[in-house]
């Protein structure tokens, strides 16, 4: 991890492994994680402001921000190097909105309701995996643009609903095999109201059942910093 150099993926600066519990430093990012930082916000009204005090977010912010996370997937896809848990809550946001890749699994506690216990397996974040990493255990870049997808969901949404909030656990995971049965019955996230048509276009794409057919990360990259903008 400390040769994962990139502005977009969170630089770590040390580890300790002498004793538990084992500890991990990592570069210091002010405004906490996307999440959190996203969801005490209100998306900024067309003629400007907000009916409540709360502080507001623009359409081209959240496409910046979706950039920036894409950008550090593209550096990631390009070294063959897998994330597994790619989530609002797992990106970091600095100064200016600056946005940086991290986990790599320091916010599954404060997270928990997030991830699901598979019959004794390691803890999932089931309603961010695509189908056959739920099912086959197969993760792959692949399997990291479904998972992109659902946090630009997240981001357009301004983390106000958990992903198939109207699903309980075990019905995100019949919903998998659905996905892998392909006959039409599969539940896609619905559009966020500040989501383009073209854009959910794009999301479900990241969805598609076949790996082959979802896009690579540079052409996700490309197409949000130059199409999504003029799309408000």
């Known amino acids: 991890m400390s040769r994962l150099k990139d502005p977009n993926i969170v630089r770590l600066l040390g580890v300790c492994v002498r004793d538990d519990p084992l500890c991990m430093i990592t570069e210091y990012m002010e405004n906490g994680d996307l999440n959190q930082f996203l969801s005490a916000h209100e998306l900024e009204a067309k003629t400007g402001g907000s009916a409540s005090d709360a502080?507001?977010?623009?359409?081209?912010?959240?496409?910046?921000?979706?950039?920036?996370?894409?950008?550090?997937?593209?550096?990631?896809?390009?070294?063959?190097?897998?994330?597994?848990?790619?989530?609002?809550?797992?990106?970091?946001?600095?100064?200016?909105?600056?946005?940086?890749?991290?986990?790599?699994?320091?916010?599954?506690?404060?997270?928990?309701?997030?991830?699901?216990?598979?019959?004794?397996?390691?803890?999932?974040?089931?309603?961010?995996?695509?189908?056959?990493?739920?099912?086959?255990?197969?993760?792959?870049?692949?399997?990291?643009?479904?998972?992109?997808?659902?946090?630009?969901?997240?981001?357009?949404?301004?983390?106000?609903?958990?992903?198939?909030s109207q699903l309980t656990d075990e019905q995100v995971i019949e919903n998998a095999g659905q996905f892998f049965r392909d006959q039409g019955e599969q539940v896609y996230?619905?559009?966020?109201?500040?989501?383009?048509?073209?854009?959910?276009?794009?999301?479900?794409?990241?969805?598609?059942?076949?790996?082959?057919?979802?896009?690579?990360f540079q052409h996700l990259h490309r197409f949000l910093n130059e199409d999504a903008l003029n799309m408000v």
Not at 145 to 153: D, I, M, N, Y
Not at 193 to 211: F, G, H, I, K, T
Request: with cysteine; net charge positive.
């Open 55 to 164: 502080p507001t977010i623009s359409y081209p912010t959240l496409i910046h921000v979706a950039a920036q996370i894409a950008s550090g997937m593209k550096f990631l896809a390009s070294l063959n190097f897998v994330h597994r848990d790619l989530a609002t809550r797992n990106c970091l946001v600095g100064e200016g909105f600056t946005i940086k890749i991290a986990d790599f699994g320091m916010s599954r506690n404060l997270y928990s309701g997030d991830y699901y216990r598979i019959q004794g397996r390691a803890v999932l974040p089931i309603r961010w995996m695509a189908w056959e990493c739920i099912l086959m255990g197969k993760f792959t870049t692949a399997s990291d643009v479904w998972a992109f997808g659902v946090t630009l969901w997240e981001v357009l949404m301004l983390c106000q609903e958990q992903p198939y």
């Open 189 to 216: 996230l619905s559009r966020p109201p500040a989501c383009p048509l073209a854009l959910y276009e794009v999301m479900l794409r990241c969805w598609a059942r076949d790996a082959k057919d979802r896009p690579l």
